[in-house]
């Protein structure tokens, strides 16, 4: 973005699938991406914002775009962009079609990570078409967000049909797509909190991903998600307490069995110290 261009000024009037963009939650990230896909050439038709913070973040981002109550904008928009904190995302969704919004044939995207389709549910029933597209990024909510957008990778959730779209809106705002399952949202959003905490790279944990085949079942992602437990020394999740051969004193120690990993006993403890 050159430093006289208006931040999201559209770079084209002709786009082949030009859409109606509506903004519900003018966060920093949610304008960002109105305002790359508004930069692409389609066409920012309202924005949702409550707070004094927000309507001045739209302003400056997303200029001369009205604001409007939540149920015009999904009705004025052929896409509407939900980025709601996590938490206010199902019940948003819900809302809107309680109170008759017609959801029909438009695209409903989110921008969480945490959740996949399942929480668009309710729209999706009556028609809607949802997709999850989720930037690996940290937005501070500035015009030089759009620019950083450039090669950051999206987690996208997907029906398969929708697919194409995806990856087209995706590299639109600039951004490279990477596929994961509705079963695996729950193991993604895992390992991007891990790598947060411990400031490993994106690149390195998509590669854990794909190298963990990001094709679990459900029941093994739950498994994933249960606390660390002992493992028995056929591999399989047993008890807590070491083999009788171990010594069997956990009650009064909270190491653990060089051998199974369970609280280890005092045994088990000077073995370990004669292998070192």
């Given amino acids: 973005m050159t430093p006289d261009e208006e931040p999201g000024a559209p770079q084209s009037d002709q786009h082949p699938a030009r859409l109606r963009v509506g903004l ?9 991406l109105a305002a790359a896909l508004r930069r692409a050439g389609h066409e920012v038709v309202a924005v949702a914002a409550v707070s004094e913070t927000s309507k001045a973040r739209a302003g400056r981002l997303l200029p001369g775009v009205p604001v409007r109550p939540a149920d015009q904008v999904v009705t004025e928009a052929s896409l509407a962009l939900l980025t709601v904190p996590d938490d206010a995302l199902g019940p948003l969704v819900s809302g809107l079609v309680t109170a008759g919004v017609p959801v029909e044939g438009r695209l409903l995207v989110h921008a969480s990570g945490r959740h996949g389709l399942a929480v668009l549910d309710p729209a999706t029933r009556r028609g809607a078409l949802p997709l999850a597209l989720h930037p690996v990024m940290t937005f501070t909510g ?3 967000d759009l620019d950083k957008l450039a090669g950051i990778s999206f987690g996208v959730t997907a029906p398969e049909p929708l697919r194409p779209a995806a990856e087209v809106l995706v590299m639109e705002m600039g ?4 596929f994961i399952a509705e079963e695996d949202r729950d193991l993604y959003h895992a390992a991007l909190a891990s790598g947060a905490n411990h400031e490993i790279p994106f690149a390195w944990r998509r590669g854990l991903l794909q190298h963990s085949s990001v094709r679990r079942s459900n029941s093994d992602a739950e498994g994933r998600r249960r606390p660390l437990r002992g493992r028995n020394a056929a591999g399989r999740a047993g008890s807590r307490r070491c083999p009788p051969s171990h010594g069997y004193r956990n009650r009064r120690t909270r190491r653990f069995c060089w051998k199974t990993g369970n609280v280890a006993c005092s045994a088990s403890r000077r073995r370990r110290r004669l292998t070192r």
Avoid at 24 to 32: E, K, P, S, W, Y
Avoid at 175 to 178: L, N, S, T
């Fill in 175 to 178: 951004g490279e797509p990477v």
């Fill in 142 to 144: 500035r015009a030089d």
């Fill in 24 to 32: 519900i939650g003018a966060g920093r990230a949610g304008t960002v």
